[in-house]
């Protein structure tokens, strides 16, 4: 069982940037992978950014590549997206969720968050 609480939202100008953080705890966190997802209101959740569960590989929506960067530090149970230059259209409730499997699909995640809101304001 992997519980999964995201931090680091707020309200942010185009341009800015904010870092979100995913705290676990359980003690299989290591064992899996991680992935952020948003949603905005009236709009489906849709695949932010994920990692594996050793750092190794990491996974980008074409939407945010360039300017979000997901990193884990295992020894913390915490997993960072970094976000750089944001835009309004940016503006939602992110999520963290833990899958055993590297996938961009959420229905492939088993865990998850309640989620902390980003807005961007123009």
């Known amino acids: 069982q992997v519980q999964l609480a995201e931090s680091g939202g707020g309200l942010v100008q185009a341009g800015g940037s904010l870092r979100l953080s995913c705290a676990a705890s359980g003690r299989t966190f290591t064992s899996y992978n991680i992935g952020w997802f948003r949603q905005a209101p009236g709009k489906e959740r849709e695949f932010v950014a994920a990692i594996r569960w050793s750092g190794g590989m990491t996974v980008y929506a074409e939407s945010v590549r360039g300017r979000f960067t997901i990193s884990r530090d295992n020894a913390k149970n915490t997993v960072y997206l970094q976000m750089n230059s944001l835009k309004p259209n940016d503006t939602a409730l992110y999520y963290c969720?833990?899958?055993?499997?590297?996938?961009?699909?959420?229905?492939?995640?088993?865990?998850w968050g309640q989620g902390t809101q980003v807005t961007v304001s123009s």
């Open positions: 969720a833990a899958a055993l499997s590297l996938r961009t699909a959420y229905s492939a995640y088993d865990y």
